[in-house]
């Protein structure tokens, strides 16, 4: 397999897992107070607009090939680093 499928592979798969994360977060602050909630709200807004980023930069990476691959996956890697912050700051809000 080549490095650049593992890594695919890889992103697709975590992706699906933060995507996973993020509706339980949702479905948690359904069940918060009105305070908390538009908090929750704003964070989640922002989780899935980091999310959706790193979704279109795994779809670049699908597409591009040598070069235009690496340089891809430099700004991927920026975009994937974001959104894994913002995973972690959304588990320890949402416990």
């Known amino acids: 397999m080549k490095v650049e499928d593992a890594y695919k592979q890889k992103m697709a798969a975590q ?20 305070d908390v909630n538009v908090k929750r709200a704003e964070a989640l807004q922002e989780l899935r ?6 979704s279109e930069k795994l779809n670049e990476l ?10 891809v996956k430099v700004t991927a890697d920026k975009v994937w ?3 894994k912050k913002g995973v972690t700051e959304a588990q320890s809000k949402f416990k």
């Open 15 to 34: 992706l699906k897992e933060w995507s996973a994360q993020i509706e339980l977060f949702e479905a948690k602050a359904k069940n918060a107070g009105a």
């Open 49 to 54: 607009a980091k999310h959706r980023a790193a």
């Open 62 to 71: 699908e597409k591009s090939s040598g070069a235009a691959w690496e340089q």
């Open 81 to 83: 680093e974001d959104l």
